[in-house]
């Protein structure tokens, strides 16, 4: 079982609102990510990082920044949020091995609505 | 064109049918490849790896062929519990970044 929380699961915030959506992992993985998927709908990468003070925007433009200052933590942040934002946003992390090494784990997801 | 391309969905399959999902990919310089499952409103799940010799697990069995930039997942005795999205995973050189996931084939698995 990959050992990275998400949290909060679920949170449903009026426009306007400035969230940050928590994730932290503890399998000392250097590479981590945030996905954005809506229902049914394919994976998008929206951030990524490969260490500590290392943050790419990913193939999807996102409203949304990020931040690693530490590794095992990789909060994202919506400055202000808009119905448009709501979604599943996937967490995940892997290292920089080889082989099995290079396996992509993911949180639980955070299910965000913006009413 | 994708960069991961899977076979659209959805399939509908009896219990105790084989089902074979396929997958090409576009970058030649592609080294490590993956199939994940993703339950309903849940997070990708790590299925297995996909080794160039072919490798199998259980009831699933995963094929590449690099020269056809393509790879496949074969799942015999099909159950219930088997319904899900299987999700296409190519992933860069090593030490490279690029990660790409496929947009999934949808399998539902009737009684």
């Known amino acids: 079982e990959a050992d990275i929380y998400q949290t909060p699961r679920y949170l449903v915030i009026g426009t306007g609102k400035k969230i940050t959506l928590e994730c932290s992992q503890t399998?000392?993985?250097?590479?981590m990510y945030w996905y954005q998927q809506d229902p049914g709908m394919e994976l998008h990468l929206i951030h990524y990082?490969?260490?500590?003070?290392?943050?790419e925007k990913g193939d999807l433009s996102s409203e949304s920044t990020v931040s690693r200052i530490r590794t095992e933590h990789f909060p994202l942040t919506l400055e202000s949020a808009r119905p448009s934002h709501t979604s599943q946003y996937l967490c995940?992390?892997?290292?920089?091995?080889?082989?099995?090494?290079?396996?992509?784990?993911f949180g639980e997801g955070s299910w965000l609505t913006v009413v | 064109r994708k960069e991961v391309e899977q076979d659209p969905g959805p399939f509908n399959v009896p219990e105790g049918a084989t089902v074979a999902f396929n997958c090409t990919y576009s970058n030649s310089a592609s080294q490590s490849f993956f199939w994940y499952r993703q339950d309903c409103r849940k997070e990708p799940k790590l299925l297995m790896s996909v080794y160039s010799s072919g490798n199998e697990d259980g009831r699933f069995t995963a094929q590449l062929n690099r020269a056809s930039q393509y790879i496949s997942l074969l799942i015999r005795d099909s159950k219930l519990s088997d319904s899900a999205t299987y999700l296409c995973v190519v992933r860069g050189p090593t030490g490279g970044f690029k990660t790409i996931f496929g947009a999934g084939t949808r399998l539902f698995v009737k009684a």
């Open positions: 990082s490969y260490g500590v003070n290392s943050t």
């Open positions: 399998m000392g993985h250097d590479k």
């Open positions: 995940a992390s892997s290292d920089s091995g080889a082989g099995s090494g290079n396996t992509i784990y």
